[in-house]
């Protein structure tokens, strides 16, 4: 972590980290924290953030190292090493019935989702898979996941979202692109 910080700073300067308030279980709120990988500012949407993306950023997250301080999360209890992935806050009002059952779990680094097509699964497609996570989750079943992130991320597979390196926004169920 020490090394990725340093490499940080020397190619896109201060601050390193970036935190955002992310839904934890049973829907608490706690923050986040990664490797910042965009430019400092604010903008309009994910389609704005894709020109933010530093080159640094793509490679941490291509390589998936801008997810190293989140162990630290892991460490307070915010978050556990397998579990549907934390949305930011602002998606609360947006879950369906079914899909508000993914906080019913502590939100992970890694999960089914992610090792069933990561950014390449509709929202949609995600949700059913974090539900259905909820429902069947083992502990034999987080090993096998963990596992299989770890192939995953030494291949590089399905890191970004139908060639694009940000999801777009999840606006809710039945609000538009994100429904396929």
């Known amino acids: 972590m020490i090394i990725t910080g340093v490499i940080s700073v020397i190619f896109q300067g201060f601050p390193v980290l970036f935190h955002h308030e992310r839904l934890g279980k049973e829907g608490h709120p706690f923050t986040l924290v990664?490797?910042?990988?965009?430019t400092n500012g604010q903008s309009l949407s994910a389609k704005h953030d894709i020109t933010r993306l530093t080159r640094w950023g793509q490679v941490l997250r291509k390589t998936s190292l801008d997810e190293l301080p989140v162990l630290f999360n892991v460490i307070k209890g915010d978050m556990s090493l397998v579990g549907p992935r934390p949305m930011p806050t602002?998606?609360?009002p947006r879950f369906n019935q079914s899909q508000i059952k993914r906080l019913n779990v502590k939100p992970g680094i890694t999960g089914l989702a992610q090792v069933s097509g990561r950014n390449s699964l509709s929202w949609e497609e995600r949700f059913e898979v974090?539900?259905?996570y909820v429902k069947n989750n083992?502990?034999?079943g987080d090993l096998i996941i963990i596992f299989k992130t770890l192939i995953i991320v030494f291949r590089g597979k399905n890191v970004d979202a139908n060639n694009?390196?940000?999801m777009p926004e999840f606006m809710g169920s039945g609000h538009?692109?994100?429904d396929e």
């Open 34 to 38: 990664k490797f910042r990988t965009m």
């Open 90 to 92: 602002k998606y609360l």
């Open 130 to 132: 974090d539900v259905n």
């Open 138 to 140: 083992s502990f034999m």
């Open 164 to 166: 694009q390196e940000i």
């Open 176 to 178: 538009g692109e994100n």
